[in-house]
């Protein structure tokens, strides 16, 4: 069972901000493409960001402009800064290590934009 540390979620009014963060062990972090995944009830699972090794940065369109991925390779940890923030935007963000051996995901942290 490979432990991700994930955090940063919560309840913020619409246009605020937040910032996901997301640690995993060395030898996962170093060889993967990290990324973040948002889903709602009764939705699939929705690409939100990714960031692979060498930096390459892809973003949802609903995203784009509005949030900023970044990997710490010294921390061994992935972010997520979230602004501007959307009740759409409510869901439940997991974290995502994936290369061509393996695929693994966190447990997930509830991000609620609500007045």
């Known amino acids: 069972q490979v432990q991700f540390a994930e955090s940063g979620g919560g309840l913020v009014q619409p246009g605020g901000s937040l910032r996901l963060s997301c640690a995993v062990p060395?030898?996962?972090?170093?060889?993967?493409?990290m990324g973040w995944y948002r889903q709602v009830p009764g939705k699939e699972r929705e690409l939100v960001a990714s960031?692979?090794?060498?930096?390459?940065?892809n973003y949802a369109d609903s995203v784009k402009g509005r949030f900023t991925i970044s990997r710490d390779n010294a921390k061994n940890t992935v972010y997520l800064q979230m602004n501007s923030l959307k009740p759409e935007d409510t869901a439940v963000y997991y974290c995502?290590?994936?290369?061509?051996?393996?695929?693994?995901w966190g447990q997930g942290t509830q991000v609620t934009v609500s007045s």
């Open positions: 995502n290590a994936k290369s061509v051996w393996l695929d693994y």
């Open positions: 060395r030898s996962i972090f170093s060889i993967s493409t």
């Open positions: 960031i692979d090794s060498g930096g390459s940065i």
